[in-house]
């Protein structure tokens, strides 16, 4: 079955612990991207990977790091959680070029205290 | 930001009646897609409009583009009590290959 899988689904942290949320899809897809969605703001993208080794900042990087050394992973990393980082988290990939749709992760839901 | 808008951002109906949601974006697109929510969950991809088409259908939903206005419209027609959720636009830009999604409409049915 075609999907995006993240881990974990609810997490709950302390402030300045690092940690890190998994991506991975099972479609061989190039694209991959990660959205936080917060209440009123929609979805707002964090980073995004064209390819292996390639990836770019979105609207709100700050505070994120991620890495693509593998086709099928895209891990969401924050070093330093703050509370402003508390969110609903989620994983995106698709095909590359212009008339593909996006498949979605069930999502992460992340609380920072 | 590229994110684009959606209105109204949340709209109430009864069950049979039609719901039309708008988006509005910024930059010229490839195309522009429409995705639903349930409740917290992932994002669940409906249909796809490309920007050289100016409407297009699939079952009960029909969408419209608009590339002089950027703009677009999601109509659900004879809606139903399980169309309850959220309805976002996503634009594929020309160039970024890259999408944005727009704000979100929050659609409830009543039964």
């Known amino acids: 079955e075609a999907q995006v899988t993240q881990n974990p689904r609810y997490l709950i942290t302390v402030t300045g612990k690092k940690l890190t949320v998994t991506c991975s899809q099972n479609?061989?897809?190039?694209?991959m991207s990660w959205y936080r969605q917060d209440p009123g703001l929609g979805l707002r993208q964090i980073y995004y990977?064209?390819?292996?080794?390639?990836?770019d900042k979105g609207d709100v990087p700050e505070g994120y790091k991620v890495s693509r050394k593998e086709k099928r992973n895209f891990p969401l990393i924050l070093e330093s959680p703050s509370p402003n980082q508390t969110s609903l988290y989620f994983c995106?990939?698709?095909?590359?070029?212009?008339?593909?749709?996006?498949?979605f992760g069930q999502g992460t839901r992340l609380t920072v205290v | 930001s590229q994110q684009g808008e959606e209105d109204p951002q949340a709209l109430s109906i009864q069950e049979g009646e039609n719901a039309t949601m708008n988006c509005s974006y910024k930059?010229?697109?490839?195309?522009l897609q429409w995705y639903r929510q349930n409740s917290g969950r992932g994002l669940v991809h409906l249909i796809l409009?490309?920007?050289?088409?100016r409407e297009k259908h699939s079952g009960r939903l029909r969408v419209t583009l608009d590339t002089s206005k950027k703009s677009s419209s999601l109509l659900i027609t004879a809606s139903r009590a399980a169309d309850t959720a959220s309805y976002f636009c996503?634009?594929?830009?020309?160039?970024?290959?890259?999408?944005?999604f727009g704000t979100g409409t929050r659609l409830t049915v009543i039964p």
């Open positions: 996503a634009t594929d830009e020309t160039g970024a290959n890259n999408l944005f």
């Open positions: 990977s064209m390819n292996v080794e390639v990836t």
């Open positions: 930059t010229s697109i490839n195309n």
């Open positions: 995106a990939s698709k095909e590359q070029g212009a008339r593909t749709e996006a498949f």
């Open positions: 479609m061989n897809h190039e694209y």
């Open positions: 409009i490309r920007s050289n088409e």
